[in-house]
């Protein structure tokens, strides 16, 4: 079946450090990929998504490429900063399906 | 903005009683969904919910749970006869329409199940 795995936490780095939290996929056909975040207190929102090989996914400085031949979905950061501190999932939904299969989560903290 | 809500936030009851937890999903979405996540492990999917019925389950989702729409808003989880292994973080989220893959969550409700 589908699964999910991601670079296991938690991960401590300084402000405008780079960032890099892996994640590797199991999956059947072409799934889609997204990354998760949860800042503390709050639900899971979604922080970016990649459809197709090759597609890059951006938001907040974020990015993550889908990457087909190494079934990968790394997500990175050129400069962190203090407020990216929170949970971050790695998920795929199977063509076709409705439900989200997560990562474990990583958790981040980013120190001034 | 509209947003998921769930209620209660953390709820600590005794093994073999019932537990009902619940969320109200944004307004204009169809399909619902419960995860959960126990302590240190992965968000796993339990149910999804559409058209006043489940359309997919995982093996988790067995004789004691069910979900339900009692009105136009509520979609809640009940956990009839709660186990030690039941404890864990719940999470109710929905969406609009088929493979968006963006999945709308709510806060999540803690069960501690003693």
């Known amino acids: 079946g589908n699964s999910v795995t991601q670079m296991e936490g938690p991960v401590t780095l300084s402000e405008e450090a780079f960032l890099t939290i892996n994640c590797t996929y199991t999956a059947t056909g072409y799934p889609s990929l997204f990354w998760y975040v949860q800042y503390p207190g709050e639900g899971l929102q979604l922080l970016l998504k990649?459809?197709?090989?090759?597609d890059k996914g951006s938001n907040k400085g974020f990015e993550a490429t889908y990457r087909k031949e190494t079934t990968s979905f790394h997500l990175e950061k050129g400069s962190v900063q203090v407020s990216d501190s929170a949970v971050y999932f790695c998920a795929l939904s199977g063509w076709g399906a409705q439900k989200l299969v997560f990562g474990q989560g990583t958790r981040l903290t980013i120190n001034p | 903005e509209p947003e998921v809500t769930q209620t209660p936030s953390h709820q600590v009851t005794q093994m073999g009683q019932e537990v009902i937890l619940r969320c109200v999903p944004i307004?204009?979405?169809?399909?619902f969904y419960w995860y959960r996540q126990i302590l240190g492990q992965k968000v796993e999917f339990l149910v999804s919910f559409y058209n006043n019925e489940i359309s997919e389950k995982s093996e988790i989702f067995d004789d004691q749970f069910s979900v339900e729409r009692p009105d136009g808003s509520n979609f809640t989880l009940k956990i009839r006869s709660t186990k030690l292994e039941d404890s864990a973080m719940y999470f109710c989220?929905?969406?609009?329409?088929?493979?968006?893959?963006?999945?709308?969550f709510g806060e999540g409700s803690r069960l501690t199940v003693l």
């Open positions: 990649a459809t197709k090989a090759d």
């Open positions: 989220a929905s969406n609009q329409g088929a493979n968006t893959g963006e999945l709308f």
């Open positions: 307004s204009n979405h169809l399909y």
